[in-house]
């Protein structure tokens, strides 16, 4: 777990770091981050908008600059791209802001790698999905993101999370833990180890299909959840993405599984009632409908022969993430209770069993909408 706020050096005099020159008259914490702490800064007067202040998380994201480097690459190219063709509708690219020395993040004495990034004026975000039009929104926005980046080649931007989506590397990790660890037993993560080993030969499907030329490695955002969409307060529309740490090269089917393991689950990633979890195929048919409303140009036959493993994996590689920082004694994602991550990974497992119970439907769904 990351020390509460009160740990840290003084949140106003990181923030006013990059207030340019205005005082800051809060910095509270904001959104529900796993890895990185996340604070919102108001700045005092109604001419300066609030900012988003992050503390990065270091031990996840070990180089920070590069980090900071692709996510200035790739926001100009948009904004460039938007200027010379802008979009019917409203769309906003978040800033990178920059320190009084013009750095693109600061390190306090304490070693704490500290940046900045714009806030959209006027917008909010939802942790679950109201209904098919907000899915329908949700995938529009995640198309409009693939599209936009879709001219910038991958060699552009840096790997600046190494193994992110490669769900064979997952697995050779939870075996090497599962290998040096003495396991508790319990029912639950007796479940696990079972559903992992059920899983194990097909889980380097879109790998494989990568290695053999079928998928194309593109920019992927790498974290595209539902609460990662801003939508307008007065207009209710979709008008901008946002976490844009793990923006790298990747495959699409990555943010296609993620964004569909994260908005057709109702109850939520982090229920505990795991037992009810179930994936909802007409939220999952709005986030397709939206998606390919902008994405259909640009992909391929092959691309839609693997969007049901890919919805299907990336579920299923999410919690066995869980599962093995649960039984790796939670190193990597923050938990409020030691079983956090083991009720986060029994939550994605029955996601990932109703989506293999409703196969048929969810293909002949992808068939309908090729
Ligand atoms: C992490 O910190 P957050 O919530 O933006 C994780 C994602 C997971 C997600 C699950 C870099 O993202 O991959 O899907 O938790 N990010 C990283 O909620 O590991
Ligand atoms: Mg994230």
Not at 45 to 61: A, C, D, K, Y
Not at 336 to 346: F, T
Not at 347 to 370: G, N, P, W
Request: hydrophobic content about 40%.
């Amino acid at each position: 777990m990351s020390d509460p706020p009160t740990h840290y050096p003084s949140l106003i005099a990181v923030a006013e770091r990059f207030a340019s020159g205005g005082a800051i008259a809060a910095v509270e914490a904001f959104g529900s981050g796993n890895i990185n702490d996340t604070f919102l800064a108001t700045v005092e007067g109604t001419s300066h908008l609030p900012f988003v202040l992050q503390r990065i998380n270091t031990r996840v994201f070990r180089r920070p600059q590069l980090v900071m480097k692709n996510m200035s690459i790739f926001t100009r190219h948009v904004r460039d791209r938007l200027q010379h063709s802008p979009l019917s509708r409203r769309w906003e690219v978040p800033r990178v802001l920059l320190t009084t020395e013009e750095r693109d993040h600061w390190v306090e004495a304490d070693g704490s790698v500290w940046r900045a990034i714009s806030f959209i004026d006027g917008s909010e975000s939802f942790d679950a999905m109201h209904d098919v039009d907000h899915a329908t929104e949700v995938g529009y926005a995640l198309g409009t993101f693939h599209n936009l980046i879709s001219d910038l080649s991958p060699a552009q931007l840096a790997d600046t999370l190494e193994g992110f989506h490669i769900t064979p590397l997952y697995l050779q990790h939870y075996d090497r833990v599962v290998a040096k660890t003495a396991v508790n037993l319990s029912p639950e993560v007796r479940y696990g180890l079972e559903f992992v080993r059920d899983r194990a030969s097909w889980c380097a499907v879109l790998e494989t299909a990568k290695t053999q030329g079928k998928l194309p490695l593109r920019l992927m955002h790498g974290d595209p959840k539902v609460n990662n969409v801003m939508f307008d307060r007065a207009t209710g529309k979709a008008v901008s993405m946002i976490d844009l740490d793990t923006v790298k090269p990747g495959l699409v089917h990555y943010d296609i599984g993620d964004c569909l393991r994260s908005g057709c689950n109702p109850i939520g990633e982090e229920t505990e009632q795991w037992e009810t979890v179930y994936f909802e195929p007409d939220l999952c048919e709005g986030i397709l409908r939206g998606y390919l409303s902008v994405a259909q140009d640009f992909l391929t036959d092959s691309d839609y022969d693997y969007l049901f493993d890919a919805i299907r994996l990336i579920a299923f590689e999410l919690g066995l993430r869980f599962f093995t920082d649960y039984l790796a004694g939670n190193v990597y994602f923050k938990v409020k209770h030691p079983d956090h991550n083991l009720l986060r990974a029994l939550v994605q497992f029955q996601l990932t069993q109703s989506i293999e119970f409703q196969e048929t439907a969810i293909r002949a769904l992808i068939q309908d909408l090729r």
